[in-house]
């Protein structure tokens, strides 16, 4: 199975900060990376997928991007609404495997 | 709008079943498949497995090969996960979700349940 590494696992930043995490992938996975946000007791809300897009609705300050097997989701100017766990899932083959995920917090 | 609605909590034996039901709505059932993910408490996201709806097939993780079976029946448009051979460390959230495409390659999950609890203790 294809294994992805996210980073930080934990992170606390102040509302306006730019903030980014990264997931890397054991192998190459194309574009095939989404990536969702959690917040507790909800289920996930799938945010970007295939790197770089957007799911309507989301805040533009998301970004994605990828180099290689790296991926990174940005938050551009951190809002307070924006805490919670944030999970990628590789769509490259089955099974679509998840990150140990990076939870947020705002200062 | 499409909807996932999931079977209230369970409390179960060590060794004992437990079967969770999936409820879908807004769209045509059988056109994608249904992902079942779990959470244990204070985890991350683990894949369970999943079922075409359509004809039954289903791809189950490794490591639940063996105790879960997944079924669906079209006549209610309703997935089911069965457990078996519960354990504590099976104590956890466990979602239904359907992904945002109908193909076999399709994993980006767009849409999930609720969540249903199952909790295991003696």
């Known amino acids: 199975d294809i294994q992805l590494t996210q980073s930080p696992s934990s992170l606390s930043a102040s509302v306006g900060d730019r903030v980014t995490i990264t997931c890397r992938a054991s192998q190459y996975i194309r574009t095939y990376l989404n990536w969702y946000q959690q917040k507790p007791p909800k289920a996930p809300k799938l945010l970007i997928y295939?790197?770089?897009n957007l799911l309507s609705g989301v805040p533009s300050r998301f970004s994605g991007d990828r180099r290689g097997t790296d991926f990174t989701l940005t938050i551009s100017s951190l809002q307070p609404e924006d805490f919670g766990t944030y999970y990628c899932q590789q769509s490259y083959s089955g099974p679509g495997t998840f990150g140990q995920g990076t939870k947020v917090e705002v200062k | 709008q499409v909807q996932l609605v999931q079977s209230g909590a369970e409390v179960q034996r060590p060794g004992a079943s437990v079967k969770v039901s999936c409820k879908a709505s807004g769209y045509k059932f059988t056109d994608y498949y249904i992902h079942w993910v779990r959470q244990a408490p204070g985890q991350g996201l683990e894949w369970v497995g999943r079922?075409?709806?359509?004809?039954?097939?289903?791809n189950y993780a490794q490591k639940f090969e063996g105790r879960v079976t997944m079924t669906g029946d079209s006549s209610i448009d309703t997935a089911y996960m069965d457990l078996n051979s519960l354990r504590s460390d099976d104590t956890a959230l466990y979602y239904c979700?359907?992904?945002?495409?109908?193909?076999?390659?399709?994993?980006?999950?767009?849409?999930w349940g609720q969540g249903t609890l199952v909790s295991v203790s003696s």
């Open positions: 079922i075409n709806p359509n004809n039954g097939d289903t």
């Open positions: 295939a790197t770089d």
């Open positions: 979700a359907r992904p945002d495409c109908s193909s076999s390659d399709c994993h980006t999950l767009e849409f």
